[in-house]
């Protein structure tokens, strides 16, 4: 059976670096990944999954926030993504939020993020590092609980916003030890899972492999026209 494709929008900025860092990831778990992005041609008839990366922050305008408090915003990439989530989801196909991509994934169903995160929990709490020093609690009986164990775990923390309010049908599946939400979930079909760190740096620990493994597990389940969240369970059991 072919490696099921899964599409990954990336930072025009960085996404040179990120982008061959999330395809091993998606290789290793028997995936195979193709480069989105601005001035890039998209298409999702052609793709079983997709990933919304990492990089700038969210411009505020796209759920109700107040202007001026965000840097480093890339308006164009705002659009492109929040249109994919809309459609991805709306097509029944897996979706995973890496960072950005989990507020993203949160602000396309509805949601809203706290824009100055680091404020609101403590400055003193604030880690930015691609190294695991983050401690983060994972919610039992929820799908990440599954895939990564329920055990707390240590991620990595390069973001300044954080999801705040849910959009609809969407879970928390886990926090930091501080209590700021670190993943969200779909309860149900289609597959979307958004993690607020980078598992594509933590490629050589099993429970952040998990994390793409039971994406490429959707995304098969996807192209077959069978249950993503059964066969996820059944390809991690």
């Keep these: 059976m072919s490696r099921p494709l899964i599409a990954v929008t990336t930072s025009a900025r960085t996404g040179w670096r990120v982008y061959p860092l999330i395809n091993l990831n998606l290789w290793i778990t028997g995936g195979r990944g193709l480069r989105w992005g601005v001035g ?45 989530a809309e459609a991805a989801l709306e097509r029944n ?31 003193d709490r604030k880690i930015t590092t691609i190294l695991p020093k983050r401690e983060v609690c994972v919610e ?22 954080s999801v705040d309010q849910l959009g609809q049908g969407l879970r928390v599946s886990a926090r930091d030890t501080g209590g700021m939400i670190q993943a969200i979930e779909r309860i ?16 050589y620990a099993h429970r952040q492999r998990a994390i793409f493994h039971a994406l490429v597990s959707a995304a098969r389940a996807y192209r077959a026209d069978r249950s993503q969240t059964n066969a996820m369970r059944q390809d991690l059991a």
């Design 40 to 84: 890039r041609i998209v298409d999702l008839e052609h793709v079983d999954g997709l990933i919304i990366g990492g990089g700038d922050d969210i411009g505020p305008e796209m759920y109700g926030g107040k202007l001026g408090i965000s840097a480093k915003l890339d308006p164009e990439r705002d659009e492109l993504e929040r249109c994919l």
């Design 188 to 203: 149900r079909d289609p597959f979307a899972l958004g993690v607020q760190w980078h598992p594509e740096h933590l490629f």
């Design 140 to 161: 039992s009986d929820t799908h990440l609980s599954l895939i990564s164990g329920e055990k707390p775990m240590r991620v990595n923390a390069l973001h300044s916003q």
């Design 93 to 123: 196909i897996p979706v995973l939020g890496i960072c950005r991509g989990s507020q993203m994934l949160n602000v396309a169903l509805g949601g809203t993020l706290d824009q100055d995160a680091w404020t609101t929990y403590g400055a």
